[in-house]
């Protein structure tokens, strides 16, 4: 009896090692990437304040002469820069991150997803930054100098720090997310799920969208919510581009 069960409890132990393998490599890759978050963490940390200043300086060039930002809680002026520290640090070890993501799903990929996973994730980090250095050059400096040139006469402008940064911490985030839409164009098409036809045809749903997107996530006015919404679709048209590098085969089979 104890004989006939063997094979059952050997082909249990077996199903069951590769999955405590791969618990094992997800806990060790996770552990890699709080390490690597702690280690520019600890290294930026020195500079916190400098960091603070930089990220500030679209806000300060516009402020009334005599007027600065302020700080309206009593642990904000060693939170807000830590904080911000905090989060560079997390942004800063993304594209380490993402590798140890790849490495970890890569094994169980075909050749041929192999071959479009690198660029796209390379491309989406690309893009990531870029949508903070666009937020960072382009849009901070135009809506901060329109909120400080609309106040109204002996109101002055003195913003918080915690808040600014909260403020800016957002933009960051929505307008890197936004730059990815090519990336997510690109699959839906390069997966099959969709075809470039059928998304240009959407077209008018994706520019409203754009626009409801950039008035949820931004500050309620038409200038901030322009200089998003419009990156926004015109990443779209990007990725609609690129989507037919894949989906051209189709397009011609469908003709004939």
């Given at each position: ?127 990531f930054y870029s949508g903070m250095a666009f937020a960072y050059y382009v849009v901070f400096p135009i809506i901060f100098g329109f909120f400080t040139s609309v ?59 754009c626009f409801t997107v950039g008035m949820l996530i931004t500050p309620p006015d038409v200038i901030s919510q322009t200089l998003l919404a419009v990156p926004m ?24």
């Amino acid at each position: 009896m104890t004989d006939q069960n063997l094979p059952n409890d050997t082909q249990v132990s077996d199903n069951s090692q590769p999955l405590i393998s791969h618990l094992t490599e997800l806990r060790d890759r996770l552990l890699r990437s709080v390490l690597i978050i702690l280690v520019i963490f600890v290294g930026l940390y020195s500079w916190s304040n400098e960091l603070y200043l930089f990220i500030s300086e679209p806000l300060r060039r516009f402020l009334p002469e005599g007027t600065s930002m302020i700080a309206t809680e009593v642990a904000s002026p060693f939170l807000t820069p830590f904080k911000l520290t905090l989060m560079s640090a997390i942004f800063l070890s993304v594209p380490f991150i993402l590798h140890q993501a790849w490495s970890f799903i890569a094994p169980g990929l075909y050749k041929h997803e192999k071959k479009f996973a690198v660029p796209l994730l390379v491309s989406s980090v690309f893009l990531f930054y870029s949508g903070m250095a666009f937020a960072y050059y382009v849009v901070f400096p135009i809506i901060f100098g329109f909120f400080t040139s609309v106040g109204p006469e002996g109101v002055a402008v003195m913003t918080d720090i915690n808040r600014y940064l909260d403020f800016v911490l957002k933009l960051f985030f929505a307008f890197g997310v936004a730059f990815e839409i090519p990336i997510a164009t690109f699959l839906l098409i390069a997966a099959g799920l969709s075809n470039v036809k059928s998304i240009s045809e959407k077209r008018p749903y994706v520019i409203v969208g754009c626009f409801t997107v950039g008035m949820l996530i931004t500050p309620p006015d038409v200038i901030s919510q322009t200089l998003l919404a419009v990156p926004m679709w015109l990443l779209f048209e990007v990725g609609l581009l690129f989507g037919r590098l894949v989906d051209q085969p189709d397009e011609k089979t469908a003709e004939q």
